[in-house]
């Protein structure tokens, strides 16, 4: 099972909007409504931003949302902050009963 | 307080074996599924494998690269998930994560994370 496919890095200054998308196929992102998304800070352990596509755990801020078209699922990130800045993964199950990571993507505050 | 606590790492030799446990505590262990991934220096996040609960047959799944290699079992009585790891090799240095499956989720979602013990397989 390919990785999905994500930027290396996105940036925006702070209060804007940024987008991370997430391309899959047939088989992961585009056959099932199972994308997560996942924040992570180095050297500290990953945290679970969104399930499902775009339901938000408890605790999580609504600035974080998320989308689907296709194959490609998306993470937007409004009124961007400094404590926003870290590494972004997406996650999707598959048709294998297997589950497949995106590369990771840089969030930059500039 | 839900927390999950991983241990067993260390370095180890080429060829040997390994066994990491995932400690649970703050919730009912045998409710949930739970599951392995890992972290190369300076890599991504890759899934290793997950264990479902008793009430959904308690099998497990693997990813390619780890099948037939790596095992993973549950002690629901003592609330720990372990990753058997035999015949290593140096691609799977990592920092390994078990993590608990979200029960709000309909696919795989992985709430609540350990904070990762290291794995370095070298001679």
């Known amino acids: 099972q390919s990785a999905l496919t994500q930027p290396a890095s996105v940036s925006g200054s702070p209060g804007q909007s940024i987008t991370i998308s997430c391309a899959g196929t047939?088989?992961?992102?585009?056959?099932?409504?199972?994308v997560s998304w996942y924040k992570q800070h180095p050297g500290k352990a990953p945290k679970l931003m969104l399930y499902?596509?775009?339901n938000r755990p408890s605790g999580v801020s609504n600035r974080f949302s998320g989308s689907k078209s296709g194959n490609t699922a998306s993470l937007t990130i409004s009124g961007l902050q400094a404590e926003d800045e870290a590494d972004y993964y997406c996650s999707s199950y598959t048709s294998s009963s297997t589950l497949v990571f995106g590369g990771g993507t840089k969030v930059t505050v500039l | 307080e839900v927390q999950l606590v991983e241990s067993g790492g260390g370095l180890v030799q080429p060829g040997r074996s390994l066994r990491l446990s995932c400690t649970a505590s703050?919730?009912?262990?045998?409710?949930?599924?739970m599951s392995w991934f890992r972290q190369a220096p300076g890599k991504g996040l890759e899934w290793v494998g997950f264990i479902r609960s008793k009430a959904y047959g308690g099998t497990a799944d693997y990813a390619a690269s780890v099948k037939g290699s790596f095992t993973i079992s549950r002690d629901d009585s003592k609330s720990i998930a372990y990753l058997q790891m035999n015949s290593l090799k140096t691609e799977d240095t990592a920092v390994y994560y078990c993590?608990?499956?979200?029960?709000?989720?309909?696919?795989?979602?992985?709430?609540?994370w350990g904070q990762g013990t290291v794995v370095t397989v070298s001679s």
């Open positions: 499902d596509v775009s």
């Open positions: 703050g919730f009912t262990f045998g409710d949930y599924a």
């Open positions: 993590s608990r499956r979200s029960g709000s989720s309909r696919g795989d979602a992985f709430d609540i």
């Open positions: 047939s088989s992961d992102v585009g056959g099932y409504n199972y």
